[in-house]
């Protein structure tokens, strides 16, 4: 079956890490996304990985995958208030169609 | 910068009344896609466009329309809107159909029904 999903809420104090997490179902190989999406904008694709890969580092941002368990993170180091946003995970299989599989997006409020 | 515009950014309308939302991308993309998001929802894939090939989902009302004339712009024309039509619509690009073709996302038009 194909679901992607992920925890609705998360809260972090500025400059703590984040981790936001996301679980996929499909089990051919693919490619997963995360998305950034301000209040009112569109969405700003944040990085990507394919499923043969382990991790990917991108200045703050590290994504870690585990293949095996299906489960992926995305975690933003020394958070800051401008990271608050709704962030969506996204699958792409190789396999099937070439739609995207959204997450229901995790909603990331950074206190000061 | 290459970029995807959507304009207007908020539009309103009266129930009932036809209404088109405008897409435009300077990345020279093949794929053009409507997507419909509700507040607190993922984005859901309303129809795309490869080339001038049309491709409804399933699941996507007859009161949905779209239209590419050229490969810059894509329309989404909402024929009769009814209240559960409001929400915001993002258009997406891709280079092509292809499963690591990444997509780019305009800043959405937010559609008000009264």
């Known amino acids: 079956g194909e679901d992607v999903e992920q925890s609705l809420f998360l809260s972090v104090r500025e400059g703590d890490s984040s981790v936001i997490n996301c679980t996929y179902t499909?089990?051919?190989?693919?490619?997963l996304y995360w998305y950034k999406q301000e209040p009112g904008a569109g969405l700003q694709l944040l990085t990507y990985i394919f499923s043969n890969m382990d991790m990917k580092q991108d200045q703050r941002l590290t994504v870690l995958l585990n293949k095996k368990d299906k489960h992926l993170s995305l975690r933003i180091a020394d958070t800051q208030t401008g990271d608050s946003a709704i962030y969506f995970c996204?699958?792409?299989?190789?396999?099937?169609?070439?739609?995207?599989?959204f997450g229901t997006g995790t909603r990331l409020k950074v206190l000061a | 910068d290459a970029m995807v515009i959507q304009n207007p950014r908020y539009q309103v309308t009266q129930f009932g009344k036809p209404v088109t939302l405008s897409c435009s991308q300077t990345?020279?993309?093949?794929?053009m896609y409507w997507y419909q998001q509700k507040s607190s929802q993922a984005p859901k894939l309303l129809f795309h466009?490869?080339?001038?090939?049309?491709?409804n989902e399933a699941d996507t009302p007859d009161n949905f329309q779209s239209r590419r004339p050229n490969t810059s712009f894509c329309f989404l024309d909402i024929r009769s809107p009814g209240l559960g039509d409001a929400a915001m619509y993002l258009c997406?690009?891709?280079?092509?159909?292809?499963?690591?073709?990444?997509?780019?996302f305009g800043p959405g038009t937010r559609l008000l029904v009264l």
């Open positions: 990345l020279n993309h093949n794929v």
């Open positions: 466009y490869y080339d001038k090939d049309f491709n």
């Open positions: 996204a699958e792409c299989p190789t396999s099937g169609t070439y739609k995207y599989i």
């Open positions: 499909d089990s051919s190989s693919t490619y």
């Open positions: 997406a690009t891709s280079r092509d159909l292809a499963r690591r073709e990444t997509q780019y």
